[in-house]
């Protein structure tokens, strides 16, 4: 680790390294179009169409494949719907820049509904069950003949003219491609740095601190297939219409939809640019090794791309935008213990009054297999208390806390809200529950690892904002509150374990949530930090929200609770003041065994 | 490697004929890398000998001919390259291309740029289907293979077995690529002219592992005559599976790809493919009087590539080329229109070139005279049975 | 009825095919958690195996088990520690995917270089001779896999039941965490893994190498199916596979039969999907790792 990359950057560098990394994209762009046009020659011209042209699908497929962590190999199902629907348009007099938005339309009622079942599905399975979807396009296009002229294709009537996207010149063409490939890149842009865009990385890094923060998984990805599948499917239209000649076999083409990826991943996965990168780098390469190595014997040219690709995954997984953040000295984490302070009231102040009730749990029930984990269980939270759940270890308490917090049906029983309107609600969905103003963090901690501390944090403030400039303002003033202003540029995943344990507690505050369920925030971090956090939560308390403690650490349980419930084999075996509960023999019993309580 | 190997030998051969004046350069547009690149390049090498031949007996109108390689490994790649051959090569005519969708991709290219596109491989009837101007084929296709086979069943195995055509029981049977299902479409229209019972007509993906379902669904309809359109491993697959299902129609009649190759006929067995027919271009068993140039073909070949020829796409597009060749040494200049015009001119009747059939472009380009044959496996070997005037053996039915 | 039976016997010959093949796939995928994409260019490798080493010494394809299955365990071992084990960690659990496509590519057109497109045929020793079981006929080759594909499965499932490694190899795979504090190597039961699911493959290419002819691209068709299999049978689930291959084989020849040849792989793949869809964790598996509540 040397001097200057151990050292924070400054504000200034930072905006020097985006000028520049704007003033070299930009730059590309220009080479994209520019290029061609000087060297004027035809075949220079078809790279760079080539070049535009699975740069733009892999940009699209980066959406679902990068953003979303879906890993989709059948891609080549919405480009070939596009292709189809453009030709099968003109061949019926109908200008393909209407056929594109047509193609765009089925592709993507095509992605739903291919999408929507498998997304209970993840990562290998993702992908075979896309590949298999591929399979069965293909088949089918080979089978409806009257619609897709079967094995033999389709080809479009040479009518030139921009109307028809056919022309001699192919000066035209590569203006249209561009144009795609801008296009996809402004919405793919948009998307990563908007509100969907957050919630999409969230999704992907850990779906259920992602629900837990309000966000709507599934509806995100049906959004971000929809997109992507709509921009494949304009990008297919006008890939038909340069080919002229379509067929199933190049359409629905398994091949293809690797390659699409594998843009994307040689580019840098998930990140905005990296497509383009990917593309701009690879297409000239494999043009240059067929023209080189194509002629020399069979094979030989697909075995160097074989090699390539694995040398590639195995020493820059990051793919080339991976590379380039390396060089430009990407910031370290700082790893200077907690020195983040509190902004927190001082805990002797008197604690407000309790009030109304704001969370009901009425003859909770749940099983799993023959084992009875929550057995009749009932409690009522009120507003701007702090109830204190302990038990011992197999009690039942994160499944109690599963079940008020949408993620685990209950088997028996109810859950209800007040609503802020000040009626009762019964959410049934860690979603309907985000938006009745219950939080929760997660016993074993679950940062979006490829986010940024600040990012993270905004994740939570999307609940509340849809601008960003508004989520990072709420998530700001989260971290500081929190003790974590000055990580905030951090990788998420460079916290200290007390670290982490704030970020879970700020990513839940910057929701604002009304009643906070927190899953030992206290356990396996050091004295001063318990201290610390017992503090958070009275100051948390203060602005009227209720809390629900699972806690290990008994000095915090009395220090903070106005009520306990102590939780034995998934029934409540003891309720009320603190100091009261743990003098209970069935209390000390279920802790420290029968002999114990007897003595 | 190659590429300059050939440049040594034309510039031998130049020396010999005496110095040629200049270039002209021709594009040679096939699949050189890919799946397809086992024919595609047996197809090249047709072409090649066919430029050798011509450089040594002078160029085409004084010019040495110049073959730029272009490598159309997938339908956009073939796109590229016809570019890249026409603007960066300045290449006069493109000559390809042995796959249809490549073939189609890449003409359209040159049609828009104003160049002759010869296609002297590719056999789906789409080629040829498109009012293009610029693109010619000098080789039969997916029409004239249907045709074929269909005649020989109403002509020859129909009478040996006994039966009226009506009562003819034909199964069609090919793979699911362009290829397989244009000539399968074709014998199901031709069979139902000639009044044939087509009772079944499937396809299959070219990879399948097992046929064994379709073989049984043959038996089951009690088929007489088997057409089968395929590469070589469902080829293999079919007649093994048949033999073993204890599945013996009259006749099997295979088309193209797999049915002609010698290493079909190694893996399935010399006993079970005897009697089965192959409909396909000109392989090397015709009656040399019937094809003259093609002996002399094989022996250039086997000079030059140290092999016997591995299939009949060489002699086809050396025939092809030869032809085109021959025209624009008549003619005056390479500008297009010339081109175009010599090439309409061309008229070599049947029985004149290496494959046997002859050449002139009737509709839509397409030569007219372009003509499959009937072949057999007798004893091991492909024999040529059918057209009479072509055959060097006797059809051997029902034995 | 003699039709249909033959259908069925068809049906279940070419699911024991399916069997030999996935059944390493299904332990890889179950167990290092990889999907082996390139599983069918191991099949391709060991075909050619058997048929140089056939051809060559002048053998029984079924004595070149004794060399392929070894060069093919070597094979999936040195994947496994060069190809996979760097990755194990990757931020993202797609490289590994990739990193196999990677290895397919290069092996396909390794073969194609060496080889060319052309199909090689391995001696079939009287393999492909008839044998009529009642009203059906079979391959002498056919009935040989089967009764390979039952004894590889039986063989498997004792040695990770009964044996030590088989025991180390499971805990693995039920939590490499705790698998690696109870002292267990877990980078050593990886390579071993895909080494044994590699080998399963190379048994299975010497059986099949005499039935069919061997191509750069013969592993294609079969690896996903193989996936089908695996998946339909439950992630990591032996027997599963066994079952699975079975019922897509009968699918399979049932629905070339009946529906039509042309369909007959939209109906396996429909098939493969929903039941992906209804029932993730396939036919015989009990769990899978799915989205989950964490903790």
């Given at each position: 680790m040397?001097?200057?990359?151990t050292?924070p950057?400054?504000?200034?560098?930072?905006t020097?390294?985006?000028t520049?990394?704007?003033a070299?994209?930009?730059?590309?762009?220009?080479a994209?179009?520019?290029v061609?046009i000087v060297?004027?020659?035809e075949f220079?011209?078809?790279?760079?169409i080539?070049i535009?042209?699975?740069a733009a699908?892999?940009?699209?497929w980066?959406?679902?494949g990068g953003?979303?962590?879906?890993?989709?190999l059948?891609?080549a199902?919405?480009?070939?719907?596009g292709?189809?629907?453009?030709?099968i348009l003109?061949?019926?007099?109908?200008?393909p820049?209407?056929?594109m938005?047509?193609?765009a339309?089925?592709?993507?009622v095509?992605a739903?509904?291919?999408?929507?079942?498998?997304f209970?599905?993840?990562?290998?399975?993702f992908?075979?069950?896309t590949i298999?979807?591929?399979?069965?396009?293909?088949?089918?296009?080979?089978?409806?003949?009257?619609?897709?002229?079967?094995?033999?294709g389709?080809?479009?009537?040479?009518k030139?003219?921009?109307?028809?996207?056919?022309?001699?010149e192919?000066l035209?063409?590569?203006l249209i491609?561009?144009g795609?490939?801008?296009?996809c890149l402004?919405?793919?842009?948009?998307?990563?740095?908007?509100?969907?865009?957050?919630?999409?990385v969230?999704?992907r890094?850990?779906?259920?601190?992602a629900?837990?923060?309000?966000?709507a998984t599934?509806?995100?990805?049906?959004?971000a297939?929809s997109?992507s599948?709509?921009l494949s499917?304009?990008?297919g239209?006008?890939h038909a219409?340069?080919?002229?000649?379509?067929?199933p076999?190049?359409?629905?083409s398994?091949q293809?939809s690797?390659?699409?990826?594998m843009?994307a991943?040689?580019?840098?996965?998930?990140?905005?640019?990296?497509p383009?990168?990917?593309?701009v780098?690879?297409v000239?390469?494999?043009?240059?090794?067929r023209?080189a190595?194509?002629?020399e014997?069979?094979?030989l040219?697909?075995?160097?791309?074989g090699?390539v690709?694995?040398?590639?995954?195995?020493?820059?997984?990051?793919?080339?935008?991976?590379v380039?953040?390396?060089?430009?000295?990407a910031?370290?984490?700082?790893?200077?213990?907690?020195?983040?302070h509190?902004?927190?009231?001082?805990p002797?102040?008197?604690?407000?009054e309790i009030g109304?009730?704001?969370?009901?749990?009425?003859n909770l029930?749940?099983?799993f297999?023959?084992?009875?984990v929550?057995?009749?269980?009932?409690?009522?939270?009120r507003?701007?208390?702090?109830?204190g759940?302990?038990?011992?270890?197999g009690a039942?308490?994160?499944t109690?806390f599963n079940?008020i917090?949408?993620?685990l049906?209950?088997d028996g029983?109810?859950?209800?809200?007040?609503?802020?309107?000040?009626?009762?609600?019964s959410?049934s969905?860690?979603?309907?529950?985000?938006a009745l103003?219950?939080?929760?963090?997660?016993?074993?901690?679950q940062?979006?690892?490829a986010?940024s501390?600040?990012?993270?944090?905004?994740?939570?403030?999307f609940?509340?904002?849809h601008a960003?400039?508004?989520a990072r303002?709420?998530?700001?003033?989260?971290?500081h509150?929190?003790?974590?202003?000055?990580y905030l540029e951090?990788?998420?995943s460079?916290?200290t374990?007390?670290g982490?344990?704030?970020?879970?507690?700020?990513?839940v505050m910057?929701?604002?949530?009304?009643?906070?369920?927190?899953?030992?925030?206290?356990a396996?971090i050091?004295?001063a930090d318990?201290r610390?956090?017992?503090d958070?939560?009275l100051?948390?308390?203060?602005?009227?929200?209720s809390?629900?403690a699972?806690?290990?650490?008994m000095?915090a349980?009395m220090?903070?609770s106005?009520r306990?419930i102590?939780?034995?084999?998934?029934?409540i075996?003891a309720?009320?003041?603190?100091?009261?509960?743990?003098?209970?023999p069935?209390?000390i019993?279920a802790?420290?065994g029968?002999?114990?309580a007897?003595a | 490697m190659r590429?300059?190997?050939i440049?040594?030998?034309?510039?031998?051969?130049?020396?010999i004929?005496?110095?040629?004046?200049?270039e002209?350069?021709?594009?040679a547009?096939?699949?050189?890398?890919?799946?397809?690149?086992?024919?595609g390049?047996?197809?090249?090498r047709?072409v090649?000998?066919a430029?050798e031949?011509?450089n040594a007996?002078?160029g085409?109108q004084g010019?040495?001919?110049v073959?730029?390689?272009?490598?159309a490994?997938?339908?956009?790649?073939?796109?590229g390259?016809?570019?890249?051959?026409?603007?960066?090569?300045?290449?006069?005519a493109?000559?390809?291309?042995?796959?249809s969708?490549?073939?189609?991709a890449?003409s359209?290219?040159?049609e828009?740029?104003?160049?002759p596109?010869?296609?002297l491989?590719?056999v789906?009837?789409?080629?040829?289907?498109r009012d293009l101007?610029?693109l010619?084929r000098?080789n039969?296709?997916?029409e004239?293979?249907?045709r074929?086979s269909?005649?020989m069943i109403?002509d020859?195995i129909?009478p040996?077995?006994?039966k009226?055509p009506?009562?003819?029981?034909v199964g069609?049977i090919?793979e699911d690529?362009?290829?397989?299902t244009s000539?399968a479409?074709?014998?199901?229209?031709?069979?139902?002219e000639?009044?044939l019972?087509i009772?079944?007509?499937?396809?299959?993906p070219?990879?399948?592992?097992?046929?064994?379902?379709?073989v049984?669904?043959?038996?089951?309809?009690?088929?007489d005559v088997?057409?089968?359109t395929?590469?070589?491993?469902d080829?293999?697959?079919?007649?093994?599976?048949?033999?073993?299902?204890?599945?013996?129609?009259?006749a099997i009649i295979?088309g193209?790809?797999?049915y002609?190759?010698?290493?079909?006929?190694?893996a399935?067995?010399?006993?079970?493919?005897?009697?089965v027919f192959?409909?396909?271009f000109?392989?090397y068993?015709?009656d040399p009087?019937?094809?003259?140039?093609?002996?002399?073909f094989?022996?250039?070949y086997r000079?030059?590539?140290?092999?016997?020829p591995?299939?009949g796409?060489?002699?086809?597009?050396?025939?092809?080329?030869?032809?085109i060749?021959?025209?624009l040494?008549?003619a005056d200049?390479?500008?297009?229109?010339?081109i175009?015009a010599a090439?309409?001119?061309?008229?070599?009747?049947?029985g004149?070139?290496?494959?046997?059939?002859?050449?002139?472009?009737?509709d839509?380009?397409?030569n007219?005279r372009?003509?499959m044959?009937?072949?057999q496996?007798q004893?091991?070997?492909?024999?040529t049975v059918?057209?009479e005037e072509a055959?060097?053996s006797?059809?051997?039915?029902?034995? | 009825?003699?039709?249909f039976l033959q259908?069925i016997a068809?049906?279940?010959?070419?699911?024991?095919?399916f069997?030999?093949?996935?059944?390493?796939?299904?332990?890889?995928?179950?167990?290092?958690k990889?999907?082996?994409?390139a599983?069918g260019e191991?099949?391709?490798v060991?075909?050619?195996?058997?048929?140089?080493?056939?051809?060559g010494?002048?053998v029984?394809?079924?004595a070149?088990a004794i060399?392929?299955?070894p060069?093919?365990?070597v094979?999936?071992?040195?994947?496994?520690?060069?190809l996979?084990?760097?990755l194990?960690n990757?931020?993202?659990e797609?490289?590994?995917?990739?990193a196999?496509?990677?290895?397919?590519?290069?092996?396909i057109?390794?073969?194609l270089l060496l080889f060319g497109?052309?199909?090689?045929?391995?001696?079939?020793?009287?393999?492909?001779?008839?044998?009529e079981?009642g009203?059906?006929?079979?391959?002498?080759?056919?009935?040989?896999?089967?009764?390979?594909?039952i004894?590889?499965?039986t063989?498997?499932?004792?040695?990770?039941?009964r044996?030590?490694?088989?025991?180390?190899?499971?805990?693995?795979?039920?939590?490499?965490?705790?698998a690696?504090?109870?002292?267990?190597?877990?980078?050593f039961?990886?390579?071993?893994?895909?080494?044994?699911?590699?080998?399963?493959?190379?048994?299975?290419s010497?059986l099949?190498?005499?039935?069919y002819?061997?191509?750069?691209?013969?592993?294609?068709y079969?690896?996903?199916i193989?996936?089908?299999?695996?998946?339909?049978g439950?992630l990591?689930?032996?027997p599963?596979a066994?079952?699975?291959?079975?019922?897509?084989?009968?699918?399979?020849?049932l629905?070339?039969?009946?529906?039509?040849?042309d369909?007959?792989e939209?109906v396996?793949?429909?098939?493969f999907?929903v039941i992906l869809?209804?029932k993730p964790?396939?036919?015989?598996?009990?769990r899978?790792?799915?989205s989950?509540?964490?903790?």
């Amino acid at each position: 680790m040397t001097e200057t990359a151990t050292r924070p950057a400054t504000a200034l560098e930072r905006t020097n390294r985006q000028t520049l990394g704007w003033a070299a994209l930009g730059l590309l762009l220009a080479a994209l179009l520019v290029v061609p046009i000087v060297v004027g020659d035809e075949f220079v011209y078809h790279i760079f169409i080539t070049i535009c042209l699975f740069a733009a699908l892999s940009t699209a497929w980066n959406i679902v494949g990068g953003y979303a962590g879906q890993l989709s190999l059948g891609h080549a199902i919405f480009y070939g719907i596009g292709a189809y629907a453009g030709v099968i348009l003109v061949n019926m007099g109908v200008s393909p820049w209407f056929g594109m938005f047509v193609g765009a339309g089925v592709a993507v009622v095509a992605a739903v509904v291919v999408s929507y079942p498998c997304f209970r599905l993840h990562g290998p399975f993702f992908a075979l069950a896309t590949i298999a979807f591929l399979e069965v396009f293909r088949v089918l296009a080979l089978h409806f003949r009257d619609l897709t002229g079967g094995a033999t294709g389709l080809m479009i009537p040479l009518k030139i003219g921009w109307e028809w996207m056919v022309f001699r010149e192919r000066l035209p063409a590569l203006l249209i491609a561009f144009g795609m490939l801008l296009v996809c890149l402004a919405v793919a842009w948009a998307i990563r740095s908007r509100r969907l865009g957050f919630q999409l990385v969230a999704t992907r890094e850990r779906e259920s601190a992602a629900r837990a923060a309000g966000v709507a998984t599934v509806r995100v990805r049906l959004i971000a297939v929809s997109v992507s599948a709509a921009l494949s499917a304009m990008v297919g239209t006008f890939h038909a219409m340069y080919l002229t000649y379509i067929e199933p076999a190049s359409m629905f083409s398994l091949q293809l939809s690797i390659q699409i990826a594998m843009f994307a991943l040689i580019g840098g996965i998930g990140t905005i640019w990296g497509p383009l990168l990917g593309a701009v780098l690879l297409v000239p390469i494999t043009e240059f090794a067929r023209g080189a190595l194509g002629a020399e014997a069979i094979g030989l040219h697909g075995f160097v791309y074989g090699l390539v690709l694995m040398l590639v995954v195995l020493f820059m997984p990051d793919g080339i935008m991976g590379v380039l953040s390396r060089f430009s000295g990407a910031r370290k984490a700082q790893d200077g213990g907690d020195e983040g302070h509190i902004a927190a009231a001082s805990p002797s102040r008197t604690p407000p009054e309790i009030g109304k009730p704001v969370l009901k749990v009425e003859n909770l029930e749940k099983h799993f297999g023959g084992l009875h984990v929550t057995n009749d269980v009932s409690f009522t939270l009120r507003e701007g208390e702090i109830l204190g759940l302990i038990g011992p270890n197999g009690a039942g308490k994160t499944t109690l806390f599963n079940m008020i917090s949408g993620f685990l049906a209950p088997d028996g029983g109810s859950v209800s809200v007040l609503g802020r309107d000040g009626t009762w609600h019964s959410p049934s969905d860690p979603g309907e529950y985000a938006a009745l103003g219950v939080g929760r963090t997660f016993q074993i901690v679950q940062p979006f690892a490829a986010m940024s501390v600040e990012e993270n944090i905004m994740v939570g403030a999307f609940h509340r904002f849809h601008a960003v400039a508004d989520a990072r303002e709420a998530a700001r003033q989260t971290a500081h509150r929190m003790g974590l202003g000055r990580y905030l540029e951090d990788e998420a995943s460079s916290l200290t374990i007390g670290g982490l344990k704030r970020l879970e507690v700020a990513r839940v505050m910057a929701m604002e949530p009304r009643v906070l369920l927190l899953d030992e925030v206290m356990a396996g971090i050091n004295r001063a930090d318990v201290r610390r956090a017992v503090d958070l939560m009275l100051s948390i308390r203060e602005t009227g929200v209720s809390i629900i403690a699972i806690e290990h650490v008994m000095q915090a349980v009395m220090a903070l609770s106005d009520r306990v419930i102590v939780l034995n084999s998934g029934e409540i075996i003891a309720e009320g003041d603190p100091k009261e509960v743990v003098r209970d023999p069935q209390v000390i019993e279920a802790y420290l065994g029968k002999e114990f309580a007897d003595a | 490697m190659r590429l300059s190997s050939i440049l040594a030998t034309t510039a031998t051969a130049a020396l010999i004929a005496g110095p040629l004046a200049a270039e002209v350069k021709f594009g040679a547009l096939y699949p050189f890398s890919g799946q397809l690149a086992l024919l595609g390049e047996e197809s090249a090498r047709g072409v090649e000998l066919a430029v050798e031949e011509v450089n040594a007996n002078g160029g085409v109108q004084g010019e040495e001919v110049v073959l730029v390689r272009g490598d159309a490994v997938d339908n956009n790649q073939a796109i590229g390259e016809a570019r890249r051959l026409i603007s960066r090569e300045n290449v006069v005519a493109i000559l390809g291309t042995y796959s249809s969708s490549r073939s189609i991709a890449a003409s359209q290219v040159a049609e828009l740029s104003g160049i002759p596109y010869f296609e002297l491989g590719a056999v789906a009837d789409e080629v040829t289907g498109r009012d293009l101007q610029y693109l010619f084929r000098t080789n039969p296709t997916a029409e004239d293979m249907g045709r074929m086979s269909i005649q020989m069943i109403v002509d020859r195995i129909a009478p040996v077995i006994g039966k009226d055509p009506s009562e003819v029981r034909v199964g069609v049977i090919h793979e699911d690529s362009s290829y397989g299902t244009s000539v399968a479409g074709h014998q199901e229209r031709f069979g139902e002219e000639a009044g044939l019972e087509i009772v079944t007509v499937q396809g299959y993906p070219a990879s399948t592992v097992d046929m064994s379902s379709l073989v049984l669904d043959l038996q089951g309809r009690e088929v007489d005559v088997v057409m089968q359109t395929s590469y070589q491993n469902d080829s293999v697959l079919f007649l093994q599976q048949a033999n073993e299902a204890g599945f013996k129609p009259s006749a099997i009649i295979g088309g193209g790809g797999g049915y002609s190759m010698v290493p079909t006929a190694e893996a399935v067995g010399t006993d079970v493919i005897e009697g089965v027919f192959d409909v396909d271009f000109t392989q090397y068993t015709v009656d040399p009087s019937y094809a003259p140039g093609m002996e002399d073909f094989v022996a250039t070949y086997r000079e030059k590539y140290g092999e016997e020829p591995r299939s009949g796409h060489s002699l086809n597009n050396y025939v092809g080329a030869m032809a085109i060749f021959g025209a624009l040494d008549e003619a005056d200049g390479f500008e297009p229109d010339t081109i175009l015009a010599a090439v309409e001119a061309v008229d070599i009747p049947e029985g004149e070139t290496a494959a046997g059939y002859g050449v002139k472009f009737g509709d839509q380009n397409q030569n007219e005279r372009a003509k499959m044959m009937g072949m057999q496996w007798q004893d091991g070997r492909l024999v040529t049975v059918y057209p009479e005037e072509a055959a060097t053996s006797e059809m051997k039915i029902g034995e | 009825m003699q039709t249909f039976l033959q259908i069925i016997a068809n049906g279940l010959m070419l699911g024991g095919l399916f069997a030999i093949v996935a059944v390493g796939l299904t332990l890889i995928f179950g167990i290092v958690k990889v999907v082996n994409f390139a599983h069918g260019e191991f099949l391709m490798v060991g075909m050619y195996a058997t048929y140089l080493l056939t051809t060559g010494l002048g053998v029984h394809p079924y004595a070149t088990a004794i060399a392929v299955v070894p060069i093919l365990f070597v094979l999936g071992a040195l994947t496994q520690r060069f190809l996979i084990q760097p990755l194990m960690n990757a931020r993202d659990e797609h490289i590994q995917i990739f990193a196999t496509v990677g290895l397919s590519t290069a092996l396909i057109n390794l073969a194609l270089l060496l080889f060319g497109a052309d199909i090689a045929n391995t001696p079939n020793y009287q393999l492909r001779s008839q044998v009529e079981i009642g009203p059906v006929r079979l391959l002498q080759g056919q009935l040989w896999v089967f009764l390979a594909a039952i004894l590889l499965v039986t063989g498997l499932q004792l040695f990770l039941k009964r044996t030590n490694i088989g025991r180390a190899i499971r805990a693995t795979a039920q939590n490499r965490a705790a698998a690696r504090l109870m002292g267990i190597n877990d980078r050593f039961v990886y390579i071993l893994t895909f080494g044994i699911g590699a080998a399963c493959v190379g048994l299975g290419s010497a059986l099949i190498a005499p039935l069919y002819p061997s191509s750069p691209t013969i592993g294609t068709y079969f690896v996903l199916i193989a996936f089908v299999v695996v998946v339909l049978g439950g992630l990591g689930s032996i027997p599963g596979a066994f079952f699975g291959a079975l019922l897509i084989g009968l699918v399979d020849a049932l629905s070339g039969f009946y529906i039509g040849s042309d369909l007959r792989e939209a109906v396996v793949f429909g098939i493969f999907l929903v039941i992906l869809i209804l029932k993730p964790s396939g036919l015989f598996g009990t769990r899978m790792s799915l989205s989950h509540v964490s903790p």
